[in-house]
């Protein structure tokens, strides 16, 4: 696993498992066997671990994120992604490995959470343009953008959570990013919202030309929204194109035939987690949409 | 026409009123209340290391306030014990060895309650021009660094992913709150300081829909409380920072009571 092919899906029961055929689709992140980190990259990491006491919670991790390449972060709950996420930001130290981010490197940053304490008074319109160059106009644009013109005069701890994610999305496009972080974009967002937002970012990806990076839990907007799939559990076990991932027969074990139990195999396959009776645990991460086992492979598109 | 003194005590707690406002709303908006408690109540070792060494109290207590700040910084990143517990034992523990360390350097007579509450009527000329003069440093400062404070206000880890330099921002606005402190320790003493921050601001809250609103305001709540303390106390000897603080309490609990009742509670 050391010099992390593209779409090896989590090879420790099959090291020399067919993989070639997916090397076929990678369109990016030639240099990602290479140790030093890719110089053309917005963000490009190599060997990343962190300990926290004593416990590995990120080993030997390579990433790239190049302009206009949406790239999505998956795995357990537990696996590392959030971290992984907060080290590229510069929100946290890595204790080894490297990160190169580019000079002119513009984040435009999703957080998981966003509460604003009741304390401070601002509006939403303030809050959009703390620190940028940006009129009501402008504003009132991207709002309606993401779905959310109607709080534009709102207070921010009036929203509730998926009006707060949309007006954070809002703030990090009117930074006119070249990066776009989302961590977990869509809690508190319902489907349809959620689907119309991924649309979104899709778009303004093509249109503007940023490179994104996601985490999520939901394996079929993944699927159907990315450029590149890396899938985590403390060290990167899959990484790829989409359809190529999802045709490979280890993700098809861990995330496609039996998606409904995907995390819970996927969980058990690496950590050995079993409860009282033998049988692999079920997962926390429950908030994955759940779909029938049959026909609930990725790839199909968000419907 | 006022007395000396009490004019003294009126532009003294006044000008401390203006610095107070923008940075006690900080102090509630980023939930520090507690810690500047803390660092305030660590200043009384400060008064007895210028008793130990003869130097000017002012600075003493600003170099063991921003002492303190660091200790709560580094103590802040062990994961043992929950940091308001950290805080009440450093706060607590500080108070204990500062009244003992002032106590024993001072002798018997030393005026402990002038230390705890202050003493607003003892201000002198010097006392003023440290007031007037590290109080317009503060807010010079402080203008320079608000709409970085702000945005970590907000959600800290956005405007340090967004590039605020959050580590030199907090450490900036711990220094003003260490200065503040020092400068207004002998009108208020190290137990009110903290109150004089936080509790015009409180009363301010319900009232604004901008953070600059809420700082106008909190100034506003806090000359007036100053106004009518001193009032208060002239007419009944009560001690003038334990009567402005009063003032204050009175002032927010109102105001929080009469936002409940206009379902204003936002």
């Known amino acids: 696993m050391t010099d992390t092919p593209h779409a090896t899906c989590c090879g420790h029961h099959h090291p020399h498992g067919p993989h070639g055929k997916a090397h076929d689709h990678c369109g990016h992140e030639h240099a990602a066997a290479a140790r030093e980190p890719d110089a053309m990259a917005l963000v490009s990491a190599r060997a990343l671990s962190l300990r926290r006491g004593g416990r590995v919670i990120l080993e030997g991790v390579d990433i790239d994120i190049v302009a206009g390449e949406i790239v999505t972060l998956i795995g357990p709950n537990g696996a590392g992604?959030?971290?992984?996420?907060?080290?590229?930001?510069?929100?946290?130290?890595?204790?080894?490995?490297?990160?190169?981010?580019?000079?002119?490197?513009?984040?435009?940053?999703?957080?998981?959470?966003?509460?604003?304490?009741?304390?401070?008074?601002?509006?939403?319109?303030?809050?959009?343009?703390?620190?940028?160059?940006?009129?009501?106009?402008?504003?009132?644009?991207?709002?309606r953008d993401v779905g959310a013109e109607h709080?534009?005069?709102?207070?921010?701890?009036?929203?509730?959570?998926?009006?707060?994610?949309?007006?954070?999305?809002?703030?990090?496009?009117?930074?006119?990013?070249?990066?776009?972080?989302?961590?977990?974009?869509?809690?508190?967002?319902?489907?349809?919202?959620?689907?119309?937002?991924?649309?979104?970012?899709?778009?303004?990806?093509?249109?503007?030309?940023?490179?994104?990076?996601?985490?999520?839990?939901?394996?079929?907007?993944?699927?159907?929204?990315?450029d590149r799939v890396l899938c985590l559990n403390r060290h990167v076990c899959c990484s790829g194109v989409p359809k190529t991932v999802a045709k490979h027969p280890e993700y098809v074990r861990l995330f496609g035939a039996?998606?409904?139990?995907?995390?819970?195999?996927?969980?058990?396959?690496?950590?050995?987690?079993?409860?009282l009776a033998g049988r692999p645990m079920p997962d926390a991460s429950t908030d994955t949409q759940v779909a029938p086992t049959s026909g609930a492979r990725g790839g199909e598109g968000a419907a | 026409?006022?007395?000396?003194?009490?004019?003294?005590?009126?532009?003294?707690?006044?000008?401390?009123?203006?610095?107070?406002?923008?940075?006690?709303?900080?102090?509630?908006?980023?939930?520090?209340?507690?810690?500047?408690?803390?660092m305030a109540q660590a200043s009384l070792l400060g008064v007895a290391l210028s008793l130990a060494v003869g130097g000017d109290v002012t600075v003493s207590v600003?170099?063991?306030?921003?002492?303190?700040?660091?200790?709560?910084?580094?103590?802040?990143?062990?994961?043992?014990?929950?940091?308001?517990?950290?805080?009440?034992l450093l706060h607590h523990g500080s108070l204990a060895a500062g009244v003992i360390a002032t106590a024993a350097l001072a002798g018997p007579s030393v005026d402990l309650l002038g230390y705890l509450f202050g003493d607003i009527f003892a201000v002198s000329q010097t006392d003023l021009a440290w007031i007037w003069g590290g109080?317009?440093?503060?807010?010079?400062?402080?203008?320079?660094?608000?709409?970085?404070?702000?945005?970590?206000?907000?959600?800290?880890?956005?405007?340090?992913?967004?590039?605020?330099?959050?580590?030199?921002?907090?450490?900036?606005?711990?220094?003003?709150?260490?200065?503040?402190?020092?400068?207004?320790?002998?009108?208020?003493?190290?137990?009110?300081?903290?109150?004089?921050?936080?509790?015009?601001?409180?009363?301010?809250?319900?009232?604004a829909r901008t953070p600059e609103q809420m700082v106008a305001i909190t100034a506003l709540v806090a000359v007036a409380g100053v106004v009518a303390g001193l009032a208060l106390s002239a007419r009944s000897d009560a001690p003038g920072g334990p009567a402005i603080v009063l003032v204050l309490a009175a002032m927010a609990l109102t105001s929080l009571v009469r936002a409940r009742i206009a379902g204003r509670g936002d």
Request: hydrophobic share 55%; no cysteine.
């Open chain 1, 81 to 143: 992604k959030t971290t992984l996420v907060r080290l590229l930001l510069g929100l946290e130290a890595a204790d080894g490995g490297q990160i190169r981010r580019r000079e002119d490197l513009r984040i435009g940053y999703v957080p998981q959470r966003f509460d604003i304490d009741r304390a401070l008074p601002m509006t939403v319109e303030r809050f959009l343009s703390l620190g940028l160059d940006v009129r009501r106009a402008d504003i009132t644009a991207v709002l």
């Open chain 2, 62 to 88: 600003l170099v063991v306030a921003m002492l303190a700040a660091l200790l709560i910084l580094l103590l802040s990143r062990q994961r043992v014990l929950p940091l308001d517990s950290v805080l009440g």
């Open chain 2, 135 to 207: 109080g317009v440093l503060v807010l010079g400062v402080l203008y320079f660094i608000w709409q970085p404070l702000l945005r970590l206000a907000v959600h800290e880890e956005l405007a340090i992913a967004e590039g605020v330099p959050g580590g030199r921002i907090k450490a900036a606005f711990m220094l003003l709150l260490a200065i503040t402190i020092a400068i207004a320790i002998k009108i208020l003493g190290i137990l009110l300081v903290i109150a004089f921050l936080i509790v015009p601001a409180a009363a301010a809250r319900p009232f």
């Open chain 1, 151 to 226: 709080v534009i005069d709102r207070q921010l701890a009036q929203l509730s959570g998926g009006e707060g994610q949309r007006v954070v999305l809002a703030r990090a496009l009117l930074r006119r990013p070249n990066l776009l972080v989302l961590d977990e974009p869509v809690r508190g967002v319902d489907a349809t919202g959620e689907a119309e937002l991924y649309t979104l970012i899709g778009r303004l990806r093509t249109e503007r030309g940023f490179g994104v990076l996601l985490v999520s839990h939901d394996l079929h907007v993944v699927m159907a929204a990315s």
């Open chain 1, 258 to 275: 039996e998606m409904a139990r995907a995390f819970a195999i996927y969980e058990h396959h690496h950590d050995h987690a079993h409860d």
């Open chain 2, 1 to 38: 026409m006022l007395e000396p003194f009490l004019l003294r005590a009126l532009v003294a707690a006044l000008g401390l009123a203006l610095v107070a406002a923008p940075l006690g709303a900080l102090v509630v908006w980023q939930r520090m209340a507690y810690f500047g408690e803390t």
